[in-house]
């Protein structure tokens, strides 16, 4: 907690699909098993070698959810099989990357397989619906651009002592920073390995150290 981030990965939601043919399940012959034909695609997915970066560290590949079709089955073989990815991205990859590398798969040649980023689907409060595909760029700044020092200083003017860093995880910097290209940088308390588990929780005087240090980016990148 309380250093600042001039960096973070990127996120994109995966979707793959399998396409195999249905028959009874009591002649399991006459059909495919896109079930199976998953089940290759998911262990071979696991040897992918994902790229690395030194502030960021691996790019990261994580299996979500698999349903398959028809659900439920009631003795009919699945001709459909879908799976949802969790790909952490890191600065530079781009749509084509994360789908090629799926795609490109050894071990898997033969097999009806499908990839696409997912679309995300939002209604405004003005009941307009909004479109996009999940794919949220990783964004990266120089420990030297003026913005992330004016940060620093800030920091500094207010007591704290901060080191730079990269978050792990994806936040809204990846428009802002990765898509709109406004200047961006991340503070708060707390550690990333807190978040999202039981008892999730951050310390009081890192809380008030915060609120210091909000108050010395506003200044300093403001004034």
Not at 56 to 76: F, W
Request: charged content about 20%; aromatic content about 6%.
């Amino acid at each position: 907690g309380l250093n600042l981030a001039r960096g973070g990965r990127g996120r994109a939601e995966v979707h793959l699909e399998t396409i195999g043919k249905p028959s009874h399940s009591s002649s399991p012959q006459l059909g495919h098993n896109a079930v199976l034909d998953m089940m290759t695609v998911v262990a071979a997915i696991e040897d992918i070698a994902l790229p690395e970066h030194p502030l960021m560290g691996p790019a990261i590949l994580a299996l979500t959810d698999i349903i398959s079709e028809p659900y439920p089955g009631y003795s009919v073989i699945p001709s459909l099989c879908k799976t949802t990815y969790d790909r952490r991205l890191l600065p530079g990859e781009t749509k084509e990357d994360v789908l090629n590398g799926v795609l490109q798969l050894s071990g898997v040649q033969g097999i009806k397989l499908n990839a696409k980023i997912a679309q995300g689907e939002h209604t405004a409060y003005t009941g307009a619906t909004l479109r996009s595909e999940k794919f949220f760029p990783a964004w990266l700044y120089a420990q030297e651009h003026p913005f992330v020092q004016s940060a620093l200083s800030g920091l500094h003017a207010a007591g704290l002592t901060p080191q730079t860093r990269a978050y792990r995880f994806c936040t809204n910097a990846a428009y802002s920073a990765g898509v709109a290209g406004v200047p961006t940088v991340g503070f708060g308390p707390a550690e990333e390995g807190d978040a999202h588990v039981i008892n999730e929780r951050l310390k009081l005087d890192e809380l008030k150290a915060a609120a210091r240090g909000y108050k010395g980016i506003i200044e300093a990148t403001l004034g």
